[in-house]
């Protein structure tokens, strides 16, 4: 039985037997990335008392007309049997309950060994359900060096949440950028969107997750990765922070690679989950070589900025000027602070930005 369900039956029986009264005492990056940020651990109490207001059982029950001269009788006590009620545990599949802190292999999705990097806030296993982010590495880059961006932050102060970082399978153009960003088409199939979907099951069955909260982050390839899911899993998806990344959905972007635009094909945006995104790109050398052509991620993320206002999603543009990189003026910090504040269905109800964000950040709500 998992501790969730042992909780949910130990309430029940307490209920059961009519107790009155309790205390209780719960203690209960890609590219040039840096590791620097660190939050502080989370504490948590919850002292509470309730007070024991049973009658007195020799007195009269107020309303009782004692008037007549007869001897009011108070009957014994009598001893009623508990309800017994029955409560299914929940069921954990095995490679769930597998689950470890850390590197996590042979995940089974859809007939294929997957692997991904799992971090855990330190009461992962007190108290749910968690805020999960998706943390996507570049191209050629590994989940291993990517974790190292957030994983100081699960233990945020004020945001604890369950990190995760998928590998890679190694696909090469033209059937992907290290992952399944190429070739997409309508419909449940695309490989990391199902690891997405499979990651997720597990984490709710084990640790339970906020379904309000849960976020994707990415660097170049995987910031692409990041805009599929906002495609093909937007419904899902409360908010996004990307660096160098690009919708495929977005025709201008194909259309400025030439002949390679032509081998990508994503299905169109159709998501009513109007979520907001953190947007960043580094100026006019932040560009990828495609050997025939090159991917300008500056000018596609000017374009994606009106793109997704066009479709009712709220943005903060960062431009840093450094290239392809993630700069240090841009933390770990800005990204859990953005993504803390967007929930899903939350709007972007900043009027300005605090001094903890870089000056060349700008809010583009929705008008």
């Not at 107020?62 to 007549?68: E, F, H, I, M, Q």
């Not at 990190?163 to 190429?182: A, C, K």
Request: net charge negative.
């Amino acid at each position: 039985m998992s501790l969730r369900s042992f909780l949910f039956v130990f309430v029940i029986a307490i209920s059961s037997w009519g107790l009155v009264g309790c205390d209780s005492d719960d203690g209960g990056g890609g590219g040039s990335a840096q590791n620097g940020d660190t939050a502080a651990d989370v504490q948590s109490t919850d002292d509470s008392q309730a007070t024991d207001s049973s009658a007195d059982p020799g007195s009269v029950p107020d309303g009782v007309d004692d008037t007549s001269g007869d001897t009011t009788t108070v009957p014994d006590a009598v001893e009623v049997a508990p309800e017994v009620v029955e409560v299914t545990p929940v069921e954990v599949d095995p490679h769930c309950a597998a689950l470890v802190e850390g590197n996590n292999t042979g995940f089974p999705v859809d007939g294929v060994e997957r692997s991904f990097m799992l971090g855990l806030p330190e009461r992962s296993t007190l108290a749910g359900p968690w805020p999960v982010i998706f943390n996507w590495h570049g191209f050629g880059d590994s989940a291993a060096n990517m974790h190292g961006f957030l994983k100081w932050s699960v233990n945020d102060a004020t945001y604890p949440f369950i990190l995760v970082t998928p590998e890679d399978t190694g696909l090469m153009p033209p059937g992907g950028m290290d992952w399944d960003i190429l070739k997409v088409t309508d419909g449940p199939g695309n490989n990391e969107a199902r690891l997405f979907d499979e990651v997720l099951t597990c984490l709710d069955q084990v640790y339970g997750v906020d379904w309000d909260r849960v976020h994707t982050f990415g660097f170049s390839a995987g910031s692409i990765m990041s805009d599929l899911l906002g495609v093909v899993r937007g419904d899902v998806i409360a908010s996004s922070a990307t660096f160098s990344g690009v919708y495929f959905s977005n025709t201008p972007n194909k259309d400025a690679l030439g002949a390679i635009g032509g081998l990508i094909t994503w299905p169109e945006m159709s998501t009513e989950n109007h979520y907001s995104q953190l947007l960043i790109h580094g100026g006019p050398t932040d560009n990828y070589n495609l050997s025939i052509t090159t991917l300008q991620f500056n000018e596609s993320g000017e374009r994606d900025v009106e793109y997704l206002r066009g479709r009712g999603h709220d943005i903060i543009h960062c431009n840093h000027g450094g290239g392809h990189t993630i700069p240090n003026t841009m933390g770990s910090y800005n990204a859990v602070r953005f993504l803390e504040a967007h929930p899903k269905g939350a709007k972007l109800t900043w009027t300005s930005l605090d001094a903890d964000w870089p000056d060349y950040c700008n809010l583009k709500p929705v008008q």
